[in-house]
T-cell receptor, first 113, second 112 residues
């Protein structure tokens, strides 16, 4: 069964450093998402991406964040200058069509020191 | 999107049916009810969704009341591996966006 994959599974970085989280959505899916979950808190929507552009973003997704689909298979989330409060699990999700279920990856645990 | 209300936690004996309720009294006619679950810190897992009619798949059944103000997710024969946090989400699709808004969910504990 096709799955969303994410790398790395864990990432430790120093405050102020740039990180890139990578995702390979399910093949033939057209809609892509990033969510995050701070330890012990709710899963929060960050951004949705369709047709090579952002279709919606939350207040969390400020200028420090960016997303890209550099080729036909990868979907990346970049945090330009990490802060302590960026420490969280980051989940990528994809969906074949608008209004269909979103399928989530296993997540990347980001720890900012 | 409509707000949902779920019990904080529930217990279920292994092999019995787990019935997880959700209230969504402000749901609009074009909003779907989705159920996801999250096992420990894994990525949320899609279970089932519906608009008006009851739905069933290999994982669960979804019963939506006629007025659509509440729904129940049924796991027919719960196992220990079904221990997870279950999220009821009401979602409306607009334009090219269809984000999921997660609440705190119901923590289901399946016991021997």
């Amino acid at each position: 069964e096709p799955e969303v994959t994410q790398t790395p599974s864990h990432q430790v970085t120093q405050m102020g450093q740039e990180v890139i989280l990578r995702c390979v959505p399910i093949s033939n899916h057209l809609y892509f998402y990033w969510y995050r979950q701070i330890l012990g808190q709710k899963v929060e929507f960050l951004v949705s991406f369709y047709n090579n552009e952002i279709s919606e973003k939350s207040e969390i997704f400020d200028d420090q964040f960016s997303v890209e689909r550099p080729d036909g298979s990868n979907f990346t989330l970049k945090i330009r200058s990490t802060k302590l409060e960026d420490s969280a699990m980051y989940f990528c999700a994809s969906s074949p069509r608008l209004g269909w279920a979103q399928y989530f990856g296993p997540g990347t645990r980001l720890l900012v020191l | 999107d409509a707000k949902t209300t779920q019990p904080t936690s529930m217990d279920c004996a292994e092999g019995r049916a787990a019935n997880l309720p959700c209230n969504h009294s402000t749901i609009s006619g074009n909003e779907y009810v989705y159920w996801y679950r999250q096992i420990h810190s894994q990525g949320p897992q899609y279970i089932i969704h519906g608009l008006k009619n009851n739905e069933t798949n290999e994982m669960a059944s979804l019963i939506i009341t006629e007025d659509r103000k509440s729904s129940t997710l049924i796991l027919p024969h719960a196992t220990l591996r079904d221990t997870a946090v279950y999220y009821c989400i009401v979602r409306r699709d607009t334009g090219t966006a269809s984000k999921l808004t997660f609440g705190t969910g119901t923590r289901l504990q399946v016991t021997l």
